[in-house]
């Protein structure tokens, strides 16, 4: 899979191999899926950076180096990096700070068999009981003819330099949003302008979350409702959107809340089917909103949603149930118009702001910068 990263990921191999540096690329599968995992390096801050998996190779690598076991040898006698170690190292990593434990534990490990089913090897080696973990020396070694490489630092510099590619693109991210937030009332078209580009079907899912949010944000809070709990007593409120948490967490299928009404939100860049009974049946078949990342219309995904319904459940009760439980579905073209309208309430900048303010809280931005 050539992408324009695998340039820079060859120009560090010849480097560190010379004339060998193509075939170490061409042998090594571990350097094949550090490559399909960098593929959006290049695509700026609007594609899905991809960090998890990267990092937990990453901190692996980097206890393999720091205890020299590239040039001494007897790896195999070691006793196993600590699990609370690398941990705590994955997350000072750029961009890593609110990383989970699922890489280290099995979803890197999963993933590249899934990709290189006949590999013998699986990168990460561990034992639960102890908590202790190792990289797979077989997959640092890669032998040539007669001459056998050993890609360990070669991996580090790789995902260093997609590390600053990545941060260097958001924060050209963070500095438009920065000089549109400045700028004069009479450029509101060019702030509208970005704010429609982040709505499309290649945006990364983050970004295109925190886009969703702030839109929605700003059309339900210029609605209100009565209501009260004594007739003679009602009060109204305007409608509050809620983001639960960032975009990875594990918080059983809810991205965003809505008070008083209780709505609950989901956030979804895929058309797998199952995915949506599984986020209705989280929360014991309440209603959910679902805003998708796609141009096809609502009355498509809905006939979608039932043709995979009947299919799996084939009763019409049962179907029927998790019908009633998709309160609405926000696609892009909805998100784009409820932009607009928020646009004649005033609301443009306000949009933006939280915009800013919502992805430097999902990319622990403050948080780097207050480092340096």
Known sequence: MEHNFTKQIKQILKNNFGEIAEDIFQRSELLQYINIKTISANRGSKARGSFGN???????????????????GKYNEYEGAIFSKLFSRQRELPFGAKLQNHALNHRMNQEFKKTFPTCNYIPIIRVVETKRYWINENLLKVKVGRKKGNISKSVIEIIDKYIETKKSAFDSFIKTCENLKSISSKNSKEIEEFILELLAPNVDARIFEIVSFSILKYFFNDQSIFWGFEIDKLEEEN???????RTNANDGGIDFVMKPLGRFFQVTETLDLKKYFLDINKI?????????????????????????????????????????????IINIDTLRKRLKLSITQGNLKNILNEILIQSKVEFNYEDEENES
């Open 54 to 72: 990267l990092y937990a190779i990453y901190v692996l690598i980097e206890d393999y180096l720091n205890n020299k076991f590239d040039k001494k």
């Open 239 to 245: 409608l509050k959107l809620y983001k639960t948490g």
């Open 284 to 328: 014991e078949k309440y209603p959910i909103t679902f805003v998708v990342k796609t141009k096809q219309t609502e009355k498509q995904i809905l006939k979608l949603i039932k043709e995979k319904a009947q299919e799996q459940y084939s009763i019409k009760a049962v179907v029927k149930k998790y019908m009633e439980c998709i309160e609405e």
